[in-house]
């Protein structure tokens, strides 16, 4: 299987954009989802199918990718976007999937 | 409301044997496709397997092939994980995910999780 690398910690100042990055080679074949993990919580569904939104999330959420290079970009971070955030793609192969290390996303 | 509730969670001394379940509402079950992913306590997700909607093809984990064995009831709408020869490292939450419409990767939903826990 293949590795989706995530930066581990990233931080943004409140109301400025910031840019959360995933790299692997899976995805030059494969796009990425995004995922939103509070404390205690499950972890939810934040970007899916290249860059659209479940219902509920804030539209200040956007995914783009580029070559081997996958990104989530919140755009005027919130206090409670304060949260670990994971990509996942499938693997070189198509037939498992594999998830990020993480990124913890402080808002000062 | 899709529901997922995830059930058979223990504390298992290494080399033995536990199931998982999870009963699934709210959908049409035998469309999607279902996965296994767990979270190690203060660590990341990770993918351990998954089964295709209507019963067909599975995958897992290097990690865990040939230890581990998903499958699915649509009569209960209820998935399973039977986990073997647990070790150490399996200690974890076990969540039980459906795919999005869209298919996965995407995950839509998920639920609370089941606590692993090996240790002698």
């Known amino acids: 299987s293949s590795e989706l690398t995530q930066d581990p910690a990233v931080s943004v100042a409140l109301g400025q954009t910031v840019t959360i990055t995933c790299q692997g080679d899976s995805l030059r074949s494969y796009y990425a989802s995004w995922y939103q993990q509070k404390p205690g919580q499950a972890p939810a569904l934040v970007i899916y199918?290249?860059?659209n939104r479940p219902s509920g999330i804030p539209d200040r959420f956007s995914g783009s990718r580029s070559g081997n290079t996958a990104s989530l970009t919140i755009a005027g971070a919130r206090a409670e976007d304060e949260a670990d955030y994971y990509c996942?793609?499938?693997?070189?192969?198509?037939?498992?999937?594999?998830f990020g290390g993480g990124t913890r996303l402080t808002v000062l | 409301e899709v529901q997922l509730v995830e059930s058979g969670g223990a504390v298992v001394q290494p080399g033995g044997s536990l199931r998982l379940s999870c009963a699934a509402s709210g959908f049409n079950f035998d469309r999607y496709t279902l996965h296994w992913v767990r979270q190690a306590p203060g660590k990341g997700l990770e993918w351990v397997s998954l089964?295709?909607?209507?019963?067909?093809?599975?995958s897992y984990a290097d990690s865990v092939r040939g230890r581990f064995t998903v499958s699915r009831d649509t009569g209960k709408n209820s998935l399973y994980l039977q986990m073997n020869s647990l070790r150490t490292e399996d200690t974890a939450l076990y969540y039980c995910v459906k795919e999005a419409t869209s298919g996965w990767p995407d995950l839509e939903h998920w639920g609370q999780g089941a606590l692993v826990t090996v240790s002698s």
């Open positions: 089964i295709g909607w209507g019963g067909g093809g599975t």
């Open positions: 199918d290249k860059n």
């Open positions: 996942n793609s499938r693997d070189s192969s198509g037939s498992q999937l594999v």
